[in-house]
């Protein structure tokens, strides 16, 4: 009856509502001891140029391992360390392994063969703040790490605030020899007057705006439109997600400059990543 369906309905609600509940609570109580002992670790993820398929650059991808809740994937946590003031703890982690990792990659690949830049992911909070963004960026410098090696990865939700003030502060970015590349593009409200007016080098297309090209002419014609007219900013194009050859064919076809997905290599430790960039070069 429906109010057998009523009471059903209601019962799935609540467990899953607790279950997330749980899981939130978990995580919250466990991140300051994640933060300290420093339980993140670093997975990189090769760009590589779509029609040559050459190495260009890396994303960093951060992991979480914590003994009790095993590892915790990057969309569940980040957000929760956002609302509860724990984000810039997470970043300051995370750049410490960034700039450890690389080091590494250097020194056991030939400068020839080492990605050109690598790419982190900012939070919210860190674009609203320009003054700590300053002070992030400038820990990365004195780690040794050249401005001309990154590129800061940045979401459309996150330039709200006086955007003003941000364009003048990501021009200043590039300035100084920093990529910026306008994440997740195809998610959110994306206007598309948006990639002429924030300073940007590359966008980069979200896998759901990438997936139904194959079947689905229009998000064809979209795509292909959005490239067009990247094309026409002077910004590059990175398709993430791609997951088929059939895809990545299309995407040359249509001009995509860079191409990032599990086609050609999932998020890998450093060592794994050290021995798949040398088996390419072989
Ligand atoms: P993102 O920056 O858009 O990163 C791309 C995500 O897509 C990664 O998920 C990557 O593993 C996944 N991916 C790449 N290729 C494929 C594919 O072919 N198929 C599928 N199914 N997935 C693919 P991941 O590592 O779980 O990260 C999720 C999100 O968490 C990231 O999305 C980013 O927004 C955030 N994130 C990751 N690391 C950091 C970090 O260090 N700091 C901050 N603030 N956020 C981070
Ligand atoms: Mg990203
Ligand atoms: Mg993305
Ligand atoms: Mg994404």
Known sequence: SAK??????????????????????????????????????MNYQP??????????????????????????????FIHIAEAHGKITQVQYCMLNCVCQDL??????????????????????????????????????????LSPTEITLEITENMLVGDAKEIVEYLNELIHRGYAIAL?????GYSSLSYLARIPIST???????IDPIE?????????????????????????????HASQRNLLIDMGCDYIQGYLIAKPMAPEELIKWISLQNE
């Open 103 to 144: 080091q590494e990659i250097k020194l056991k690949l030939p400068q020839t063969d080492c990605p050109i830049r690598t790419a982190i992911n900012l939070s919210g909070s860190q674009i609203a703040d320009i003054e700590h963004l300053n002070q992030y960026l400038s820990t990365l410098e004195n780690q040794g």
């Open 4 to 41: 057998q369906n009523g009471k059903n309905r209601f019962a799935r609600f609540t467990s899953g509502n607790t279950q997330k509940i749980t899981e939130l609570y978990n995580i919250l109580q466990r991140l300051p001891d994640g933060i300290a002992n420093c339980e993140f670790s």
């Open 183 to 187: 994440d997740d593009f195809g998610t």
């Open 215 to 243: 079947n689905n002419k229009a998000q064809m014609s979209l795509v292909s439109g959005v490239l067009q007219l990247a094309h026409s900013l002077g910004l590059k194009v990175v398709a993430e997600g791609v997951e």
């Open 47 to 76: 760009i590589i140029h779509a029609r040559t398929g050459k190495l260009v650059a890396i994303e960093a991808l951060i992991r979480w391992h914590n003994k009790d809740l095993g590892w915790i994937p990057p969309d569940k």
């Open 203 to 209: 966008v980069k297309l979200d896998k759901s705006f």
